[in-house]
């Protein structure tokens, strides 16, 4: 229900959220939004993010096994 009265209501939530000038904090960007995005932070300041900054952060983003919130519990 919360989600119908944002801004954002008819854009899906990001898989991704990139975070650069090595910051390790949201700053309250897209909170409701990124609940199950995963996040990459590089200490490459936003004027300097370039193609090979966004490779190295789409690698990363490939290399991660998704939960989407649930407990990684091996099976029996």
């Not at 119908?4 to 854009?11: C, H, Q, V």
């Not at 904090?25 to 995963?38: G, I, P």
């Amino acid at each position: 229900m919360i989600s119908s009265y944002l801004y954002t209501r008819d854009l899906p939530d990001p898989d991704m959220v990139i975070r650069t000038a090595g910051e390790m904090r949201v700053s309250n960007f897209l909170l409701w939004q990124s609940a199950y995005s995963e996040y990459y932070a590089t200490s490459t300041l936003w004027p300097d993010f370039g193609h090979e900054d966004l490779l190295a952060a789409l690698e990363s983003f490939n290399q991660r096994r998704r939960r989407f919130g649930r407990l990684d519990v091996p099976s029996k």
